[in-house]
């Protein structure tokens, strides 16, 4: 399986690294593809990393002004034109998503894909990994956009949230093998 995590570049604390690295030797382990952002940086690193060092492949899609962030040692690194042709990219190359904590960059990546998700562009599982509650409030705002009619989907056709990486990677195994 190819998992596309959307996920920030930036060094962050332990509690959003050490979950972001298990669920990473999840992927390396078992035998799936990380695509993602191509940084060799922050929180991307710490995921490249824990695939890599557990048997994975990287897939990278990085973007021209980026490139001197983009890891080296990448199986695959394709430089886009600019950040829409990125979100593309990523999200054709991958069978699953996961969002993990991250800044502006990431929530317009997420909110895209839910986008195209809720006009039936895509069928691809997505999951928010919640590591230390990052994304309460944001899921908060959500079910109240549904409970007051803004959204014509509901949201558990939309994503799925975890708080474990364990879960996610069940969710996300069981919901491709299901397409």
Known sequence: MNV????????LDKRYTRPAREFAELIGRGGHTLVWGGSDTGLMKVVADGVRESGGRLVGVS????RHWARKDADEMVIAKDLAE?????????????????GLGTLDELTEILELRKHGMHNKPIVLLNAAGFYDGLTLQLRRMEEEGFLPVPLSELF?????????????????AMR
């Open 4 to 11: 596309c995590v959307f996920l920030s570049a930036a060094d």
């Open 63 to 66: 973007v021209g002004f980026l």
């Open 86 to 102: 990125r979100k593309a990219l990523l999200l054709a190359a991958s069978d699953a998503v996961v969002v993990m904590a991250g």
């Open 160 to 176: 799925f949230v975890a708080e474990e990486g364990a879960d996610a990677l069940v969710y996300l195994e069981k919901s491709v």
